[in-house]
């Protein structure tokens, strides 16, 4: 059995290589927009030259080595 309840949205926000922030996003979206370019290097596979880019983006500093490393596989 399902109980209904109350749910409040306090805000919400985006990063992604559409833009900062929803309405920058969903501009970027209704527009046609992609987020996802080419960025050749040496010796990486083909597939992985197609990549979405987040600009003007700097990680915390106090991140541990082990999340880094998590975050670096997950981006891809």
């Keep these: ?3 209904e309840r109350d749910v ?11 833009g ?3 309405e920058e996003n969903w501009g970027n979206v209704k527009s046609l927009k992609t987020g ?3 960025y050749p290097q040496d010796g990486m596979p083909r597939l992985m030259q197609y990549m979405g880019k ?5 990680a ?3 991140v541990s080595h082990k999340l880094m490393a998590q975050m670096k596989f997950l981006n891809r």
């Design 1 to 3: 059995m399902v109980k």
């Design 8 to 18: 409040v949205i306090t805000g919400m926000g985006l990063l992604s290589p559409l």
């Design 20 to 22: 900062i922030g929803v």
């Design 36 to 38: 996802i370019g080419h």
């Design 54 to 58: 987040v600009s003007d983006f700097d």
């Design 60 to 62: 915390e500093k106090d």
